[in-house]
């Protein structure tokens, strides 16, 4: 009996932080393009958008810790959690 493929997890969390990051990119830009420079609401706005942009540095950051911990051999390292 063949064993599987051990595949590494960087197809999939690459490709959903791709997502999350085109999704949240834009919601940031629509935040932007919809407020109004002096006002309430465009200060709402100005906020979302800016907590979009922290949310894609954080998926940039993560991804980039996970391509590490691949590239090391540390995969399957959460498992033992």
Not at 9 to 34: H, K, N, P, Q, R
């Given at each position: 009996?063949?064993?599987?493929k051990?595949?590494?997890?960087?197809?999939?969390?690459t490709v959903?932080a791709?997502?999350?990051i085109?999704?949240?990119g834009?919601?940031?830009?629509s935040?932007?393009?919809?407020?109004e420079?002096?006002?309430?609401e465009?200060?709402?706005?100005?906020?979302c958008?800016l907590f979009?942009l922290a949310?894609?540095?954080?998926?940039?950051?993560?991804?980039?810790?996970r391509?590490?911990?691949?590239?090391?051999?540390e995969e399957?390292?959460?498992?033992k959690?």
């Amino acid at each position: 009996m063949k064993e599987p493929k051990k595949r590494h997890g960087l197809f999939g969390g690459t490709v959903s932080a791709l997502l999350a990051i085109v999704f949240l990119g834009i919601y940031a830009v629509s935040a932007l393009w919809m407020a109004e420079p002096f006002g309430e609401e465009g200060m709402l706005l100005l906020l979302c958008a800016l907590f979009a942009l922290a949310a894609i540095i954080g998926v940039c950051i993560a991804l980039a810790q996970r391509w590490r911990e691949v590239r090391r051999g540390e995969e399957d390292e959460a498992r033992k959690y």
